[in-house]
């Protein structure tokens, strides 16, 4: 049965996403009935006995009940779709009220055929509203808190206004405790703010405060007991908080409601990839990991990315209000872009009017209706057209704007299954409300045709009747059950009816007894061969005849009358129209119908030109050297390695295209013109090269000898200055001294003695 299933599931998809219609039937192969009005849902099948001649396939009974009907069928099978209401509680208001209408549906449909059925909504007064207020509490955020902890109370007192049952509830959230998001040192993780003398919490990623709950006081004395907190870079872990706040459902006590969730903050948000700049390698589960009311994975986790948290947040029908400040009004915006059900509002400097932005919010995410499903399973689709007001219909839309209370709109749903499905289940609803439509699809198959399982004589006594076609027992095959083989035998026996193990007979005849009996073609002809592989109805058509009219279609292909060629026998065998100077296609190319296919990028009609191609001159400049001047690495076999050039020495080139160094360093220059066909080209070289002039020895000797003189000199005389300017300086000095002698009458070099001795034994006298 999966096997059958998966193989009409192959069908469809094969078939493409066709347009389908009540007149037509695409047909595949088709061996019973199931494998017809699986095919297209404008097939039908006919029953009846006698329907099949001898040796006819049984896909005949397969086509449009019209054309079956044109032919004689009197018993027709083409099921139609089916809707089962399940639960079908009428819309109402009151303590429990009911928005939406069905609550659950069965459908049973035809594969590829739609099935429209609709669904109603009418928002009813009273219904319910959870908010929760995720605020960010980074130091900029300081004044906020103070009016936020003033306002709680008058937000509550609003909401239940509008609903009349309302609750609130609070968490915060700054960043992760990891650099570069938060300063790691013990001092700033205990205490992150930048005044010691302001009242401050340690730093944290996301913490839940407060449940939801419908007491003000409680909300007020629980957000009066938060203090600011701080981290570094300005955007903030608000991606980690809305996760946590989505997926806790129990901790934070969401209920069945309308449940808005207002994000307060001033800077814009981490998102996934940025956790790489911790070392955070782990992707964000999307899973509550709150303990002790804190979010325990945030150095573990990276941030969610922008999609987990759109998906989650429509999952629980979570309606996000993004109350920013004007300078992150557009990050924020764009962001609600990517979020259905989500609005932007723009926070004064102090919040003061955070009652009011969530007010407005909340009216208008609640008065658009978007009437959306959760994740479809495979083969199915689903369009809306929107019914809003005064019987007006949107197309392909799911969305009615400014409903108010008490008004009831609805939406035309149609629901197409492209293959063979069975219980598969989906919801839909208004996105924003807890309430969903639960639809449940199956796909009919297999026909029911009321047969019994007693053999019948219209299959020989030796199977049963299967809507009209005979089903045979064990050791007999064949149309009618006529043959009679060992049940050993009837594997090989249909072995040999399968063309490389591929499909009996081609599908296009019946095994009887180890051999292919053919049916009729869609003409008056039958497939033939072996294995029923050939027909004569299904060659290639020109000018909208099969083989052009000058061939005969054998087996599937065009056998062309002599004078044609081509798949279709539409070229005549001339090359005429290809003929340039004497050559088709100049060498480079084919001449096919007339027209040249030319090759390595020339361009017709003639292939005489290549915009794409350049003239080999590196190449070929070891062969232009070998011919031209008998030199070069080709020298001694040239003309065998250089066959495909000719060349001719001038005396001079008006124009060279090529210059390059031969094996001398000199500079040949030659054109290159290419003749017919390939990588044949006829050369002008000019006969004198470009040569540089050799290095003059004695110059560059005598020069060098010279110089080193020139230099020694050179250091002789600074050295003999050095001396001179020296000795002047000392004998100057000298001069001078003389003069002060001759001056004072004293020798400046004699100094008096230090100490003088006195004999006590002599007197002066002599």
Known sequence: MLQSDCLRGLILLLVGNHVYTQDQCLKA?????????????????????????????????????????????????????NLNKISIKPLSAGPNPVQLYPQEIELNLRPGKPHTFSVEFQRAEGYPVDLYYLMDLSYSMKDDLENVKKLGSDLLNELKKKTGNARIGFGSFVDKTLLPFTDT???????????????????????????????????????AKQHISGNLDPPEGSLDAIMQAAVCMKEIGWGKSTRLLV????????????????????????????VGNKYSKSNIWDYPSVGQIAQKLEEQNIQPIFAVTKKMESVYKSLSQLIPKSAVGVLSDDSSNVVNLILDAYNNLTSEVIMAHDSLPNFLSIKYTSICRDGEKLRDKGRCPNVTIGQKVSFDVTVTAEACIKNKTFNIGPLGFNEKLKVTVSTRCECECDDTNKPHSHCQNNGVVVCGGCRCNKGH??????????????????????????TECEGKGDCLCGRCQCHKTDGNSHYYGEFCECDDE?????????????????????KCDPGYEGNACNCAISNDACIENGNVCNNRGTCLCGKCQCQRGYMIPFCKECPTCQAPCQQSASCVECLAFESGPFEKNCSKACGHLKVSVIEQLLKGDCRVKDKEGCWMTFTMTEQLGFDKYFVNVRKSRDCPEGPNIAAIVGGSLAGVALIGLLILLIIKACLYASDLREWRKFEKDRKLEKLSGTNPLFQNATTTIQNPTFSGDS
Do not use: Y
């Open 29 to 81: 192969s088709v061996n019973s009935c199931g494998d017809c009005i699986t095919s297209g849902p404008g097939c039908a099948w006919c029953k009846d006995l006698n329907f099949t001649k001898q040796g006819e396939q049984e896909a005949v009974r397969c086509d449009t009940a019209a054309v079956l009907k044109e032919k004689g069928c009197s018993s027709i099978i083409a099921p139609k779709n």
């Open 185 to 223: 040192s013990e001092v700033k993780l205990r205490r992150p703010c930048t005044d010691k003398f302001e009242p401050c919490q340690p730093a944290f990623g996301f913490q839940h405060v407060l449940s939801l709950t419908p007491d003000g006081n409680t909300f007020k004395d629980m957000v």
């Open 263 to 290: 994000l307060a903050t001033d800077d814009g948000f981490h998102m996934a990839g940025d956790g790489k700049l911790a070392a955070i390698l782990e992707p964000n589960q999307g899973t509550c990991q709150l």
């Open 477 to 502: 095959i064949g149309q009618r059950c006529e043959c009679k083989v060992d049940q050993k035998d009837e594997a090989s026996l249909r072995a040999q009816c399968r063309k490389e193990n591929g």
């Open 538 to 558: 299904h060659c290639e058509l020109f000018n909208n005849t099969q083989c052009a009219g000058h061939g005969k279609c054998r087996c599937g292909e065009c």
